[in-house]
């Protein structure tokens, strides 16, 4: 356990809180003994280790799918042809003229004979997929502007782009539905007919446009709300926009088939297992005879957790014959492919005489586009994530409605819909002290989550308390005294315009390590004779620094130099199973099967220094590229380690280690966002002056690269409360395709982030970390509503915030 904000005491059964000590979900944690070091005794984690690919990347030497393309000699490059209308159907698609260019390779279309009908969901998710099979190579039915009709393989890319406008398409047009709550009207256009879905999710209603309708609660919300006083309930409503992934790499892949006759797909793709398995059914081709290799990726967030090209490049590739490259423009990127779920969300908070909360009901009703993919798993997330952060209310309730509309699809975005549930959660519990006249921060650290406490939120949507979590490792509170201390949250003084009010916002942030029950990792360790190590190991880095922390985690273990050990991840033909990079998942669960596996090899190492110092195994540890003996000092070198054990005259053997590793735990890290916004009360403009993160994410294996991922999340959620976000016209037509018009803040335009790692020790971790990849993208969006209302008075409850809306917001609050 890492040192408790507070300890836990066990709650009165009748108040509807499971015992906090009980017998189901116990504190204690059986951990390898290996598992706890002190500062003092680590030698490779919680260190400043050069990031594994840093040096290849700022060189331009780190190969991106792209870059393979001068792989082939003879190499198609492809367009997709998408729809120009949101909602209707391909009556008729004429490709005589684009055939019959000088270069074209192949066109194809949704009868061509080398495009399976066969629905499918192309989200990344473990099998089945929690998400429905509603979504075909190419559409005859198109439902959004961006819809896949067609598409051209040429000998280059402009060839493809001037074939694809000669593609003339005939359309029958339907009405479409652009409103969430409009679209659940019996009298709205519906998107998709029985048998145009198949693997339907939790309360599906697709006459209503409802690919989902899900609840849960424990404990009587409703009852205590309707008893309660009115003065005592709090109620808010909230929105969030679209949010692009802005990834500096394009979905990209390239296609070909092998002397073995089999499919090669070199892809930017988070999960490279779950893209083989879904091509496999895509396509009905046995899963051995598809191979997919992930090469470097400029950044996923969520947006390559998602088959997403691969298939329309298998298809051309069927159709052509020959080699196929498929590479996104950025406009598709915008309009046409994936992005965050906009979500209208309420909250509603009952608090008891004593002024604590006694119960929450949050509902929200997302727009997950004109398709599935990911719909109701991150509204389901919504509540899951946030409502942990205060487990101690006894009556809690989650609702929500995923909505289909004729617009592009949400998919999985770094957070997962955590975001959304912190802006509404946070913002209401900090209104919900202001009202009552509270310190909005002492409230909190009254409120919110200990070490030991039991967890029911988490599970809220399973009904079943055998899955409610045991926190055992919480610093938030630590996480709250520094990042205040940062911020001067005791000394904020005030501009000397008497019309600019500077105020201070603060919100407490949680997500996850990995799917609780739904997660699999696994790597193999191989020795050389030099004392080296190659991993395999079927993680992967996305660009947050995985294949680093692996090295170190290995380091660690045998006692090697982390420059000593090659990473080889994340192809499917030699790399070990592991369902991929996303929900924050990696260090947690791909870091333990590394751990494993170099145990496993440590022990073999041991083995054979123990014949060559002749002294018993137990005697015996490694350090220093050594090792020693405890009793004698006497030490042997990895390396001659190495050699004896492939070279030796009397016995053999390749010192290998493997191991996997599979949970049903999942423990939050926790984080605390703080800023200090300044607001002209006259314009309603606002400055964001400084941002701190305070963060818990256990032991940092590699402190550095926490900072850079706390900057790169508060990055984007400064982006997601301020700036970015999608415009459409009246007939859905986008109107935001390229940075300009998104308006993503550029460097100069960033306010100035300070990291906080705040060190616990998580026991069910590897050497006690949990995760830190997409907690830091949940926080300011309600720290600036937070700052505002600190500043002005005012509460803003939409995000982008915009001037005018805070200039709206102070005129009402003035009868203006």
């Given amino acids: 356990m890492s040192k408790p904000d507070e300890s836990g005491e066990d709650v009165d059964p009748d108040d509807g809180v499971v015992d906090l000590q009980s017998?189901?979900?116990?504190?204690?944690?059986?951990?390898?003994?290996?598992?706890?070091?002190?500062?003092?005794?680590?030698?490779?984690?919680?260190?400043?280790?050069?990031?594994?690919?840093?040096?290849?990347?700022?060189?331009?030497?780190?190969?991106?799918?792209?870059?393979?393309?001068t792989r082939f000699p003879e190499l198609a490059e492809a367009t997709i042809v998408r729809s120009g209308i949101p909602h209707g159907r391909v009556i008729d698609v004429d490709t005589s003229a684009a055939a019959a260019m000088d270069g074209v390779h192949a066109v194809i279309t949704p009868w061509s004979e080398e495009v399976p009908d066969t629905l499918y969901s192309p989200s990344g998710q473990s099998y089945p997929e929690p998400s429905p099979w509603d979504t075909r190579v190419l559409s005859e039915h198109v439902r959004y502007v961006g819809d896949r009709i067609a598409a051209v393989a040429a000998v280059d890319a402009e060839t493809a782009d001037r074939a694809a406008r000669k593609i003339d398409i005939e359309y029958e047009e339907y009405d479409a539905v652009f409103d969430i709550w409009d679209a659940t009207d019996p009298e709205a256009p519906q998107l998709f007919a029985p048998e145009e879905v198949e693997n339907e999710t939790t309360g599906a209603d697709y006459e209503q446009?409802?690919?989902?309708?899900?609840?849960?609660?424990?404990?009587?919300?409703?009852?205590v709300i309707a008893d309660a006083d009115e003065e005592r309930v709090l109620e808010t409503e909230w929105e969030t926009p679209y949010q692009s992934h802005c990834v500096p790499e394009p979905h990209t892949s390239i296609v070909y088939?092998?002397?073995?006759?089999?499919?090669?797909?070199?892809?930017?793709?988070?999960?490279?297992?779950?893209?083989?398995?879904?091509?496999?059914?895509?396509?009905?081709?046995?899963?051995?005879?598809?191979?997919?290799?992930?090469?470097?990726?400029?950044?996923?967030?969520?947006?390559?957790?998602?088959?997403?090209?691969?298939?329309?490049?298998?298809?051309?590739?069927?159709?052509?014959?020959?080699?196929?490259?498929?590479?996104?423009?950025?406009?598709?990127?915008?309009?046409?492919?994936?992005?965050?779920?906009?979500?209208?969300?309420?909250?509603?908070?009952?608090?008891?005489?004593?002024?604590?909360?006694?119960?929450?009901?949050?509902?929200?009703?997302?727009?997950?586009?004109?398709?599935?993919?990911?719909?109701?798993?991150?509204?389901?997330?919504?509540?899951?994530?946030?409502?942990?952060?205060?487990p101690r209310v006894p009556n809690m309730r989650f609702e929500g409605d995923v909505v289909h509309t004729n617009l592009p699809m949400g998919a999985a975005q770094r957070g997962y819909g955590a975001p959304q549930g912190m802006f509404v959660v946070e913002g209401h519990m900090d209104e919900l002290a202001r009202q009552l006249g509270e310190d909005p921060i002492e409230f909190r650290k009254?409120?919110?989550?200990?070490?030991?406490?039991?967890?029911?939120?988490?599970?809220?949507?399973?009904?079943?308390?055998?899955?409610?979590?045991?926190?055992r490792s919480c610093g938030l509170r630590e996480c709250i005294e520094r990042g205040a201390a940062a911020i001067g949250y005791d000394d904020i003084g005030q501009p000397d315009d008497p019309h600019r009010h500077r105020g201070v916002g603060?919100?407490?942030?949680?997500?996850?390590?990995?799917?609780?029950?739904?997660?699999?990792?696994?790597?193999?360790?191989?020795?050389?004779?030099?004392?080296?190590?190659?991993?395999?190991?079927?993680?992967?880095?996305?660009?947050?620094?995985?294949?680093?922390?692996?090295?170190?985690?290995?380091?660690?273990?045998?006692?090697?130099?982390?420059?000593?050990?090659?990473?080889?991840?994340?192809?499917?033909?030699?790399?070990?199973?592991?369902?991929?990079?996303?929900?924050?998942?990696?260090?947690?669960?791909?870091?333990?099967?590394?751990?494993?596996?170099?145990?496993?090899?440590?022990?073999?190492?041991?083995?054979?220094?123990?014949?060559?110092?002749?002294?018993?195994?137990?005697?015996?540890?490694?350090?220093?590229?050594?090792?020693?003996?405890?009793?004698?000092?006497?030490s042997v070198t990895l390396e001659e380690v190495g050699y004896e054990s492939v070279y030796g005259d009397e016995d053999r053997e390749h010192i290998m280690g493997q191991g996997h590793h599979a949970t049903d735990e999942s423990p939050p890290p926790f984080g605390a966002q703080f800023l200090t916004a300044v607001v002209d009360e006259t314009t309603g403009e606002y400055e964001v002056e400084k941002l701190v993160f305070a963060a818990d994410c256990g032991v940092a294996i590699n402190p550095p690269l926490v900072e850079g991922q706390i900057e790169g999340g508060v990055h984007m959620s400064y982006e997601f409360a301020t700036s970015g976000t999608?415009?459409?016209?009246?007939?859905?037509?986008?109107?935001?395709?390229?940075?300009?018009?998104?308006?993503?803040?550029?460097?100069?335009?960033?306010?100035?982030?300070?990291?906080?790692?705040?060190?616990?020790?998580?026991?069910?971790?590897?050497?006690?970390?949990?995760?830190?990849?997409?907690?830091?993208?949940?926080?300011?969006?309600?720290?600036?509503?937070?700052?505002?209302?600190?500043?002005?008075?005012?509460?803003?409850?939409?995000?982008?915030?915009?001037?005018?809306?805070?200039?709206?917001?102070?005129?009402?609050?003035?009868?203006?």
């Fill in 23 to 69: 017998e189901d979900h116990p504190l204690e944690r059986d951990e390898p003994a290996d598992n706890r070091k002190s500062a003092a005794e680590r030698e490779a984690i919680a260190a400043e280790t050069e990031k594994y690919d840093a040096r290849k990347i700022v060189t331009g030497e780190a190969k991106y799918t792209a870059d393979y393309r």
């Fill in 209 to 223: 446009n409802l690919e989902s309708h899900f609840e849960g609660e424990y404990g009587d919300p409703e009852g």
């Fill in 257 to 390: 088939t092998d002397e073995d006759d089999r499919y090669n797909v070199i892809t930017a793709t988070q999960v490279p297992y779950h893209t083989r398995r879904q091509l496999s059914h895509v396509f009905d081709v046995a899963i051995r005879d598809i191979r997919v290799v992930k090469p470097r990726v400029g950044a996923g967030f969520g947006s390559k957790q998602e088959m997403v090209v691969e298939p329309v490049a298998l298809a051309l590739h069927r159709a052509a014959g020959i080699p196929v490259k498929l590479e996104c423009t950025r406009r598709e990127e915008f309009y046409a492919l994936r992005n965050r779920h906009p979500m209208d969300l309420t909250m509603r908070t009952a608090v008891d005489e004593a002024g604590d909360p006694a119960a929450m009901d949050l509902s929200v009703r997302e727009n997950s586009g004109a398709y599935g993919t990911h719909g109701m798993t991150v509204a389901s997330n919504v509540a899951t994530k946030a409502f942990p952060l205060y």
């Fill in 446 to 471: 009254r409120q919110a989550v200990r070490e030991g406490d039991l967890d029911r939120a988490a599970a809220i949507l399973k009904d079943d308390d055998r899955f409610a979590r045991r926190i």
């Fill in 506 to 634: 603060m919100a407490l942030c949680a997500q996850g390590s990995g799917v609780a029950g739904k997660e699999l990792g696994a790597a193999q360790l191989k020795m050389n004779e030099d004392g080296s190590f190659v991993l395999q190991v079927g993680g992967v880095d996305v660009g947050s620094g995985n294949d680093t922390m692996f090295t170190q985690i290995v380091g660690e273990v045998l006692g090697c130099d982390p420059a000593d050990v090659v990473v080889k991840s994340s192809d499917t033909d030699f790399a070990p199973f592991d369902y991929g990079a996303y929900a924050s998942s990696t260090t947690y669960i791909s870091g333990r099967a590394v751990k494993k596996a170099a145990r496993e090899a440590r022990d073999r190492v041991l083995e054979w220094a123990s014949r060559m110092l002749d002294e018993p195994a137990r005697d015996l540890e490694t350090g220093g590229g050594e090792v020693y003996s405890e009793e004698s000092g006497a």
């Fill in 726 to 816: 999608l415009q459409f016209g009246e007939a859905g037509q986008p109107e935001t395709v390229g940075f300009r018009q998104y308006g993503m803040p550029r460097p100069d335009e960033q306010p100035p982030i300070e990291s906080i790692v705040v060190e616990t020790h998580e026991p069910t971790g590897p050497f006690g970390a949990k995760s830190i990849g997409e907690l830091p993208t949940n926080g300011v969006p309600p720290a600036l509503s937070n700052a505002i209302r600190d500043a002005v008075g005012v509460r803003i409850t939409e995000i982008p915030i915009e001037p005018e809306d805070v200039k709206a917001a102070l005129a009402a609050r003035d009868g203006a």
